[in-house]
């Protein structure tokens, strides 16, 4: 399987503090993204990050990507109590084909 | 403008039954696509189509099929529904060419007796 693989699997901190979350891929992709899910709904696209990008921000948001690892990370600053979701990444790697994705991290921020 | 919509939001089968999942989106997307997802196993892709008439398995369609009925419509159907299909059932839409953020709907909740 190409899936991509988050890390942590689950990850709770207090508000006002960093959360950090980690993607790894398996092989080369075109670009990358994050998508995050509150419970009981879809996805929502967060951001993404081309192959020839190295970081990029949105917001509270900066993701990072590393081509060479093959791996990405998802900093979220000053989080807030309304940040608790699961996050995932996804992959694409060229034409029609489908996004991968991860089996995601669930971020839990505590007021 | 509503984006990517399913029906039903929950639904209750017996093994057995047979029943179609479907899905609009009305953001004139050309690929669409059907997931499912499991505690702890992400989304698993089932069936996608990259455009209007054609139609390619994903990671896990035994069970399953698919029909693009046209530009807005792709729906899934279980023809004989097992337990292992309980799951909730996502449909996303992508522009091919475009940006490539897929939007998905809210989902479809399936238990299975």
């Known amino acids: 399987s190409q899936q991509g693989e988050e890390d942590p699997q689950a990850l709770s901190i207090q508000e006002g503090e960093n959360a950090t979350m980690n993607c790894s891929y398996k092989?080369?992709?075109?670009?990358l993204q994050w998508y995050r899910q509150n419970s009981g709904r879809g996805l929502v696209h967060l951001i993404l990050?081309?192959?020839?990008?190295r970081e990029k921000h949105s917001g509270r948001l900066r993701v990072t990507l590393d081509t060479s690892k093959k791996s990405s990370s998802l900093l979220i600053t000053a989080s807030r109590a309304a940040d608790t979701a699961s996050y995932f990444c996804?992959?694409?790697?060229?034409?029609?084909?489908?996004?991968?994705f991860g089996k995601g991290t669930r971020l839990s921020v505590i007021a | 403008n509503a984006g990517v919509t399913q029906t039903p939001k929950f639904q209750v089968l017996k093994t057995g039954q047979s029943m179609t999942l479907q899905c609009a989106q009305d953001m004139n997307h050309n690929s669409m696509y059907w997931y499912r997802q499991d505690p702890g196993m992400g989304l698993r892709l089932i069936y996608y189509s990259a455009s209007e008439g054609t139609t390619d398995k994903g990671e896990v369609p035994n069970g399953y099929n698919v029909s693009r009925l046209n530009k807005r419509e792709f729906s899934l159907r279980l023809e004989s529904a097992a337990p292992s299909q309980t799951s909730v059932y996502f449909c996303a839409s992508r522009l091919a060419g475009g940006p490539d953020t897929q939007y998905f709907g809210p989902g479809t909740r399936l238990t299975v007796l």
């Open positions: 092989t080369s992709i075109n670009n």
């Open positions: 996804a992959t694409f790697y060229s034409g029609n084909t489908p996004l991968v």
């Open positions: 990050i081309r192959s020839n990008e």
